[in-house]
């Protein structure tokens, strides 16, 4: 959703620059500490991986990346900001084939796109903002809301539905998911609608009762569209651990995730686990939350994410 | 990859027979292991390599238990030392002030704060009977103060009326005088969620600490953060003074590591667990079991048992020893006593005796009643330690204390006695025999031992 003109687009870096630059602060000094004057041995490597591992990469995936940096430079004498151009070139290229942005273009109206995630991710906050987004393009976005089990979910959609200027069903709170979702397809179409943002409740992914009744949401809205959901967003928090596999695997295994959000970019969460995932998965990730208020949600770039992650300035070439 | 580090270990030590003490390479090959695995639980990096660290000083030169491999041992090393790290007993909240006691909950955006303060609540209210008000400070995330409300009226918990455009440090001074002119005796501050690099919003958050001056200052921390913990922990430690943890999510299927990361950076212990959706699916910390759950380990438990039974055969040759010197009392018929029942009969037992395998079957079949020996222990349980070593000092009155102790007759006590010293007695034999490197006594005099079939104790 970024937008095309020049002067968003410096927003936006500047934005994840900021947000990513706390982070990448102690990842630098790390790297500064590693690497000034020295040859890139065994040791300096190991460290290297180790801080990897600190921004979340995860052991796999972290020594992978330092053994495709030490075959091309093994035993060189190298310096901070070469290793980190390299670094950030080696995690760029893992990310470059998932860095693609939100396509909501598809024949069907509305167009509609189920959002999961564990609870606490920031789905209802993605949404307020992805309606926003796509407000701002001149779509008209009607929002279901189905997350009808936590407390004031409704009232807190039905605000963001105000704020972006779009429309929000909601029924009662315990009521039925899939029905309400059915319900606001039905009024979508019947409003001629571009777009449909389905939130759900948050459920771990290993509560099966729970991650059935979101594939009898995908179910049910294929009563009325047998296409739909068209697209299905999971919702990933920065500062979510190595948990974020199990939670690709089963949220994919029950509705299908045909791509990643992930929010909360702006502390000092690297989200390093996005490499490791896009090698596994190779799921798109369309888009990056870097703060609460609405135009916080930025398209993912690979190139940025990358160089920010390791310290460098995100927008230099 | 590897599923848990069992597996993990015991691929290491695959090749790795022999016994004896855990030496230098082993540990350091063992702790490889370990330290992945803890990564891959998301403890932090710096927290695994002090951890690592003071493992292999532990471990290096302990004595490997029989019948254990020396994978096993240092499994059971690091998890004793997971456990010791991550608090080793449980605290509860610690709410011993003035009502209206302020508990403060601070944390980041969507680790589980408002629902936590209200599972707490409601656990004070219904286990402590305390009258609690809860208060929503979250002025910030859109309708934060109506979901808390929400959750009161569902708990039956008073929470604080909304006052639209209220700044959280007043709505906390106006929190604690409801609480005063209340009767209240428990206030819950819920604080919107907030980065621990947002200077702003942590200055705020130190204002409503001064303002109120909590008990408790409790960081709400999902258990799936992943290296980022310790940055959080640290934060919110430096600039609040968290007083304790409350873990979420921990019904999911993360690791956990985030529990070892914060506790080791902050001191702070991590006192409650968030263990469901429910508002009553909360329970008070254990360590152990996150433990097991950290190194990915189901059968951990099961391991350590192994190897206390381990421990328990090696009493077994003390037993032995002490046969042989003639010294048998009633501490080593008590734990005869457990370990039969343990395994089942007397099979097992005899097993573990000398030069008597052949009386294994016929005693096999005697078909031994567990609960006999269960009433057998139960009877040496209610004796004095003096009373157990000699046996001599029992007169009527003791015994009669000790039938009413165990809940049997003083014949019971009798009996028991009189089998004693017919088995002391068989022992002191046995001893003699043992001594003159005979074989051991035959299956008639070991028959003698066994309490009179179908007589005896009450079933």
Not at chain 1, 277 to 291: N, R
Not at chain 2, 381 to 389: A, D, G, V
Request: one cysteine or more.
């Amino acid at each position: 959703m970024a937008k095309a003109n020049g002067e968003r687009k410096r927003g936006f870096l500047s934005r994840l620059r900021k947000g990513l630059s706390r982070s990448a602060g102690s990842l630098t000094q790390g790297l500064g500490g590693v690497l000034t004057k020295r040859k890139l041995n065994d040791e300096a490597l190991q460290d290297l991986e180790d801080i990897l591992i600190s921004a979340d990469l995860g052991v796999e995936t972290a020594s992978a990346v330092t053994k495709t940096l030490a075959a091309n430079r093994y035993n060189k004498q190298v310096d901070a900001d070469e290793v980190k151009a390299v670094l950030a070139d080696e995690i760029a290229a893992r990310l470059a084939p998932v860095a693609i942005p939100f396509d909501f273009s598809g024949a069907s109206k509305p167009h509609v796109v189920l959002v999961a995630g564990v609870n606490g991710t920031g789905k209802t906050t993605t949404i307020g903002k992805l309606a926003n987004n796509l407000r701002e393009e001149g779509k008209s976005v009607f929002i279901a809301a189905s997350d009808t089990f936590r407390a004031a979910a409704i009232d807190q959609l039905k605000i963001w539905g105000d704020r972006a200027g779009a429309t929000v069903i909601s029924g009662n709170v315990g009521g039925d998911a899939a029905g309400l979702a059915f319900e606001a397809l039905e009024k979508a179409r019947a409003a001629n609608a571009d777009i449909l943002l389905i939130d759900t409740a948050g459920r771990l992914q290993n509560k099966t009762d729970l991650m059935d009744e979101l594939t009898k949401v995908v179910r049910v809205i294929g009563k009325l569209d047998a296409t739909a959901p068209h697209s299905v967003l999971l919702v990933l928090d920065a500062t979510t651990g190595q948990n974020a596999h199990s939670q690709v695997e089963l949220f994919q295994k029950a509705c299908n995730v045909t791509g990643l959000v992930m929010t909360k970019l702006d502390g000092t969460a690297r989200g390093g686990v996005l490499v490791a995932l896009a090698s596994k998965f190779g799921l798109p990730v369309h888009a990056i939350g870097v703060g609460e208020a609405i135009e916080d949600l930025q398209a993912f770039d690979a190139r940025s994410f990358a160089r920010a992650l390791v310290g460098l300035d995100a927008n230099e070439t | 990859m590897f599923e848990n580090l069992t597996e993990r270990l015991g691929t290491v030590f695959e090749s790795l027979t022999r016994r004896g003490a855990l030496n230098e390479s082993h540990v350091t090959e063992a702790l490889r292991e370990v330290r992945v695995a803890l990564l891959e639980a998301d403890v932090a990096l710096s927290v695994v390599k002090d951890f690592v660290a003071q493992v292999k000083e532990k471990a290096i030169g302990e004595d490997v238990v029989k019948s254990v491999t020396p994978g096993q041992m240092v499994i059971k090393i690091v998890n004793d030392h997971l456990v010791e790290l991550l608090g080793g007993e449980t605290q509860d909240l610690e709410l011993r002030a003035a009502p209206p006691v302020p508990v403060l909950i601070v944390g980041l955006q969507g680790s589980g704060k408002t629902t936590s303060a209200a599972k707490i609540g409601l656990r004070l209210k219904t286990q402590e009977k305390k009258k609690v008000l809860l208060a929503s400070l979250d002025v910030y995330r859109p309708a934060a103060q109506k979901q808390l409300r929400v959750l009161g009226e569902q708990t039956e918990i008073q929470t604080l009326p909304i006052i639209e455009g209220q700044m959280p440090v007043d709505i906390a001074k106006r929190a604690m005088q409801a609480g005063s002119l209340g009767g209240y005796d428990v206030i819950m501050l819920d604080t919107a969620g907030r980065l621990h690099v947002d200077e702003a919003l942590m200055a705020e958050v130190t204002a409503i600490r001064d303002a109120v001056n909590p008990a408790e200052i409790l960081l709400v921390a999902d258990s799936l953060t992943g290296q980022d913990a310790v940055n959080v922990a640290k934060s919110f430690k430096d600039a609040v003074g968290v007083t304790g943890i409350m873990l979420t999510r921990t019904d999911g299927d993360a690791r956990g590591g985030a529990a070892l990361s914060m506790r080791a950076v902050t001191g702070c212990p991590i006192k409650l667990l968030g263990t469901g959706e429910k508002l009553d699916e909360i329970e008070v910390f254990h360590p152990d079991r996150i433990a097991s759950r950290i190194l990915g380990m189901g059968d951990i438990v099961g391991l350590v048992e192994k190897a206390k039974e381990t421990l328990e055969e090696e009493d077994a040759e003390k037993l032995e020893k002490k046969i042989l010197k003639g010294q048998f009392d009633l501490n080593d018929l008590a734990s005869q006593l457990r370990q039969m029942r343990r395994m089942g009969g007397m099979e097992g037992l005899m097993g573990m005796l000398p030069g008597i395998g052949k009386a294994k079957r016929q005693i096999a079949e005697a078909n031994i009643d567990t609960k006999l020996l269960m009433r057998q222990e139960a009877i040496i349980s209610s004796m004095t330690p003096t009373e157990r070593i000699k046996v001599k000092v029992l007169n009527s009155s003791r015994k009669r204390r000790i039938a009413a102790g165990s809940g049997v007759t003083i014949q019971d006590v009798n009996r028991l006695l009189k089998q004693y010293k017919q088995m002391a007695g068989m022992m002191k034999k046995v001893g003699k025999l043992g001594r003159r490197g005979k074989k051991g006594p035959g299956a008639q005099d070991l028959q003698n031992l066994l309490p009179p079939q179908g007589g005896g104790f009450p079933r």
